[in-house]
């Protein structure tokens, strides 16, 4: 069975810096998907970023970008020039290729905090 | 554009007595459905899944139910509720089918339960 590991349960990071977040994951697949979710204190979770195994490319959404290590079944989320409003919970998941489940996997998740 | 509505926002029950919280998704036709629980400072736990009307698959053993009458449409359900099962649900959809959006899951608002 699959399983994503999220080994800081809290991260800090001063305003307008750099922090990356970890997150490894287990798997026997070699086509699957991975995400990152931010869940602020309103609690709506909403998708940061998105990557598909297959690409070798790393992905990137603005100030969000991720260091995808397939062999080593690492993805680790990075965010630069930190703001106030990224203070959440940060989730990372996985999700099996088109032959698998459809489940998602979540990790138990970051929480980070932005101090100004 | 799609969205999806999940009620209610926040839910008081006594312990024993029933629950029904609904989720629908509108705007698109046959999305995969979710229903997942996060307890306190904890990560999401996948309850129940659904790929058709009707058809659910459930995870965890448990005190809860879930039901799937229509296609945009997926309900929780308990008979008697357990302190246990106190926490915040969210429900969750995505796409299938359409290459570029498909295995992102799209979250509800969520519902806070409190079991007292």
């Known amino acids: 069975a699959q399983t994503v590991t999220q080994s800081q349960p809290e991260m800090s990071v001063q305003e307008a810096e750099t922090v990356t977040l970890s997150c490894t994951y287990d798997?026997?697949?070699?086509?699957?998907?991975l995400f990152w979710y931010k869940q602020p204190p309103s609690r709506q979770m909403i998708l940061v970023i998105r990557?598909?195994?297959?690409?070798?490319q790393n992905a990137t959404e603005n100030r969000f970008s991720v260091n995808f290590q397939k062999a080593a079944k690492s993805f680790s989320l990075k965010i630069s020039d930190s703001q106030l409003g990224d203070a959440a919970m940060y989730f990372c998941?996985?999700?099996?290729?088109?032959?698998?489940?459809?489940?998602?996997?979540f990790g138990t998740g970051t929480r980070l905090k932005v101090l100004a | 554009s799609q969205t999806i509505h999940q009620w209610p926002a926040t839910l008081v029950q006594p312990v024993g007595s029933p629950l029904s919280l609904e989720c629908t998704v509108e705007g698109t036709s046959n999305p995969n459905l979710y229903w997942y629980r996060q307890a306190a400072g904890r990560g999401l736990q996948l309850l129940f899944y659904?790929?058709?009307?009707?058809?659910i698959s459930s995870e965890v053993p448990q005190n809860l139910s879930a039901s799937r009458p229509q296609d945009r449409q997926f309900i929780l359900s308990s008979k008697k509720l357990l302190l246990s099962d106190s926490g915040f649900y969210l429900c969750?959809?995505?796409?299938?089918?359409?290459?570029?959006?498909?295995?992102?899951?799209?979250f509800g608002a969520g519902t806070r339960l409190s079991v007292l």
């Open positions: 659904s790929v058709g009307i009707g058809q």
């Open positions: 798997t026997s697949e070699s086509d699957y998907y």
């Open positions: 998941a996985y999700r099996s290729g088109p032959s698998g489940t459809y489940k998602y996997i």
């Open positions: 990557q598909e195994a297959y690409k070798q």
């Open positions: 969750a959809w995505n796409r299938v089918g359409d290459s570029k959006s498909r295995n992102i899951q799209y």
